[in-house]
């Protein structure tokens, strides 16, 4: 409804006002309500308005009762008629009360709601016997006496009462008495189900996370400020961040309604692994937190961190997906000695921040000192960053040679980074660094452009091997990468092999066997690296043919020992030549290893018995030297 403002000066701009127009036939008057449509922010606002207009009517009406001596009994009967029709006519339930506390008016929708007699609630009968009647019918189970004078008491003070109540149905009610100046009240009645059913589901949506149902981190933040002050003596408190490992490339790979799926199955086996009076939440992405609670000893945590585990690592059946996941968790532990809120969710965080730095799939539990390796390791970050600008950055490159015929096969480049302080840092220090901030993109291609431009100066039968990180991996430009590094470089295709581990693998995702047949197709050689290391399936074996797999080095030092090492080896060079794979050790130091593996099958060694990884003038050096070397003594 649009009015005119009315204020002077205003009369050119229409302004627009929300409210309701009432015609008065007792005073022949139009009573106009009108708020600015801005200020009914809501419909119940504006309802209330209406509200508090039709009092506005009624106190007239009383007004003009009590004159009703100068009126004719038969124009006051039609004015009540009328009058009746209007109040019936509203949604709510209204009673008007004379100062004598009985009934002027009551509306139908107030017999309706309560499923009253109209024979009782009628006009002249007494708020008391009302209420009465509400007793006998089941709408009301108080004390009728009590009640009643409670309302009488405060209306008559001339304040407002506000209750709400319970009717048939479960409906929730709302009754508001409000006095009127002529004397007597009127008592709207008003369903509000639907309101609080609509107030909780806001109040909902604030407090839980819309996809898992599970609270948020503003409810969490609460929970635990709870369960903090209700730590007894004796007992310990955890706070478990749990962070889904490499679930960006669910998202990426196979879409965020599937990454939703997941998330929403975490959600899920979480809760049933806790206790009533625990809690999880998801605090946002793939980050969740659980705080388990009355722990009396640690081993309870313990147990309660390898359930979660086994819960989350059984795969999940997502929209025809099969998918297997893995968490890294941070454990900080608190007792009742006021350990505050921020410092406990400080440690928990760095508690995270040390399982992913000790390669992910794990746990830890928070301890001093973490804070400190947190910093260390973020100035790393700084200075790696620097490094790659400054090209503080070396690619070495070991020598990989083949036990049959003695010649070297092919050098896998290595990264070297020469600190100005610090000297030499490993890449193994390093490279983990590198993937969790996204660096390793920009090192990755580096290395693959540095080792393809030096292999193209080395003898033609001699390959190189880049190692490619699961991060590197999943980025869709690798194959774009490693043909643009071909084509620079003028290398052959089938003279480069990339090393990838299994983490590339572990994920029963096709983005990732994809992007190796896309790699395959432009002819370079694919080795699976460090084999028998995290995982070790022989399963992964068959998801691709591998060109090549590289036994860890951990297998070759126990070797001659007692273990199993060696009959491990043996499966191992049996499942590849059955394949056509050719296999290398890594680490061998001794001549012993070499023997013991020429005697399995091997076909490769790699170590620091021929050579460790060298710059690339000292490699150049040697590829030429050792050649000439095998020639003559051939
Ligand atoms: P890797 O790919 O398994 O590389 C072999 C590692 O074993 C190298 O360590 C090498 O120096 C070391 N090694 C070779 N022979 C022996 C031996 O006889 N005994 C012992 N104890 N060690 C030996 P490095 O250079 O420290 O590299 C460690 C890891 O860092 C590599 O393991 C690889 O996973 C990663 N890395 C190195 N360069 C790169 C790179 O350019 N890109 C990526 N993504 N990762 C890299
Ligand atoms: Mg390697
Ligand atoms: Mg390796």
């Known amino acids: 409804m649009t009015f005119d403002s009315g204020m002077p000066g205003d009369s050119a701009k229409p302004v627009e006002k929300t409210g309701t127009v009432r015609r008065l036939a007792l005073c022949a008057v139009l009573i106009a309500v009108a708020i600015l449509a801005g200020m009914a922010t809501s419909a119940w606002e504006l309802r209330e308005r209406v509200l508090l207009a039709l009092v506005v009517i009624l106190a007239l009406v009383v007004a003009l009762l009590q004159r009703r001596h100068r009126l004719s009994d038969q124009r006051l009967a039609a004015e009540r008629r009328q009058l009746t029709v209007a109040v019936n006519n509203i949604p709510q339930g209204l009673v008007l009360y004379d100062a004598s506390a009985r009934i002027v008016i009551c509306n139908q929708p107030y017999i309706d709601m309560f499923g009253l007699s109209p024979d009782v609630a009628k006009p002249g009968c007494t708020m008391h016997r009302l209420i009465e009647h509400r007793k006998e019918t089941g709408s009301f189970d108080g004390d009728v006496d009590a009640f009643c004078n409670a309302i009488i008491r405060t209306v008559s003070l001339g304040k407002a009462t506000r209750q709400l109540t319970e009717a048939p149905g479960g409906r929730a009610i709302e009754i508001v008495n409000r006095p009127l100046n002529a004397g007597g009240w009127v008592a709207t009645i008003e369903d509000i189900t639907e309101r609080t059913r609509a107030d909780e589901k806001i109040a909902h949506l604030a407090h839980y996370d819309g996809l898992t149902d599970l609270p948020n981190r503003l409810l969490f933040r609460e929970r635990l400020e709870q369960a903090l002050k209700a730590v007894r003596p004796g007992e310990q408190l955890a706070v478990f961040y749990i962070d889904i490992d490499e679930f960006k490339s669910v998202n990426d790979a196979l879409g965020h309604a599937i990454g939703d799926e997941l998330l929403k199955g975490v959600g899920e086996r979480l809760r049933l692994c806790l206790k009533d009076t ?72 760095l508690a995270l921040y040390g399982a992913k730095g000790d390669g992910r799939r794990t746990y830890r539990f928070f301890e001093v000192g973490m804070d400190a390796r947190a910093k260390a ?212 130091e001794t001549e012993q290893q070499r023997n013991l593996l020429y005697i399995l099958g091997c076909t490769e060694i790699q170590g620091f018995l021929f050579s460790p990884a060298i710059t690339a003038g000292e490699i150049r050096r040697l590829l030429l030297s050792h050649r000439a070397k095998v020639v003559s003594a051939a």
Not at 286 to 314: C, M, N, P, S
Not at 464 to 492: D, E, H, K
């Open 278 to 349: 625990d809690v999880a939440a998801r605090l946002g992405g793939d980050e969740f937190a659980v705080i388990q609670t009355g722990i009396k000893k640690q081993a309870e945590t313990t147990q309660l961190v390898e359930g979660i585990y086994a819960a989350i690592r059984a795969p999940f059946a997502c929209a025809g997906h099969l998918i297997t996941t893995d968490a890294s968790i941070g454990i900080a532990l608190a007792s009742g000695d006021g350990l505050d809120l921020d410092q406990l969710l400080r440690n928990a965080d």
């Open 377 to 588: 390791r973020r100035a790393l970050e700084l200075e790696l960053r620097q490094a790659i600008s400054d090209g503080g950055l070396e690619a070495y490159y070991q020598p990989v040679l083949n036990l049959e015929d003695g010649m070297v096969s092919s050098c896998e480049a290595l990264l070297r980074w020469r600190h100005p302080e610090r000297g030499m840092i490993s890449p193994a220090e390093f490279i983990p660094v590198a993937e969790e901030t996204g660096l390793i993109n920009e090192l990755g291609h580096w290395v693959l452009n540095t080792a393809c431009a030096e292999a193209a100066n080395w003898p033609a039968e001699v390959r190189v091997a880049v190692n490619v990180s699961p991060v590197q991996f999943r980025s869709q430009t690798l194959a774009l990468n490693v043909a643009a590094a071909l084509a620079a470089s003028g290398l052959a295709a089938s003279r480069l092999e990339l090393e990838i581990t299994e983490a590339v693998l572990i994920r029963d995702d096709d983005g990732a066997l994809q992007m190796l047949h896309q790699l395959r197709k432009l002819g370079v050689r694919i080795a699976l690296d460090d084999f028998g290391t995290g995982y070790s399936s022989l399963s992964y074996l068959q998801r691709f043919p591998f060109d090549k797999i590289k036994i860890d080095r951990s297998f070759i030092r126990d070797l001659a020992g007692a273990g199993a090492s060696s009959s491990i080896v043996q499966a191992v060079v049996n499942i590849a030549a059955a394949s056509d794979m050719t296999t290398t050790a890594e680490g061998v």
